[in-house]
């Protein structure tokens, strides 16, 4: 099955008719603190291009947790990064994500990136995936994900600080990189 297969089967879920290039991987990786990164969360890693780019980073202790939904794509990322260590394929959905980090004994992610297409999602989904979001990140984490236009910028203010935006032109479509955390709360 290709990548434009599974758009056409799922078109609100896979956002893309290709996956993300080069250039875009890496502009996503840019924000990661890979030296002190403990654990990192992906959703949506759909054929592998952010998660290839995290793996050639990361430091072998740091565990890696990808939440894919589509089936055949979870078997491709099986197959793809099978043998590799602390890398956890979780077929299921970002909105569990406290669950998934319990189940490996973690309560909050450092990183969490996103290949989720928030401007197809529908409204309920992507509020219940922020608001799980939120409660991940804790008081540190970083939210890093993409999009296509700026439309959902104040969609994502609603829940988390927007810290940069980031554009790459060189993808296609461009886009642009959002690094968000929570806000702080006075005390």
């Keep these: 099955m290709s990548f434009i297969y599974e758009y056409i089967k799922h078109p609100r879920s896979i956002g893309a008719v290709a996956p993300s290039g080069r250039k875009l991987s890496r502009k996503m990786m840019k924000p990661i603190d890979f030296d002190n990164a403990e654990v990192i969360v992906e959703y949506g890693p759909g054929t592998g291009s952010f998660t290839k780019e995290l793996i050639a980073h990361r430091r072998p202790e740091t565990v890696l947790l990808l939440i894919e939904q589509n089936e055949e794509f979870c078997k491709k990322l099986a197959h793809r990064f099978r043998g590799e260590k602390n890398v956890h394929l979780i077929h299921g959905n970002a909105e569990y994500v406290m669950e998934y980090l319990r189940a490996y004994g973690y309560d909050h992610a450092d990183y969490i990136i996103s290949g989720l297409p928030f401007t197809s999602l529908p409204g309920d989904i992507s509020d219940k995936v922020l608001n799980a979001t939120r409660t991940a990140l804790g008081n540190r984490g970083e939210f890093i994900t993409f999009q296509y236009s700026l439309i959902k910028r104040d969609f ?30 006075a005390m």
């Excluded at 993808?171 to 709360?185: D, E, Q, S, T």
């Design 156 to 185: 994502f203010e609603r829940y988390l600080s927007i810290n940069e935006t980031l554009k790459e032109m060189w993808n296609l479509p461009p886009a642009y990189v959002f690094v968000m955390k929570n806000r702080r709360i």
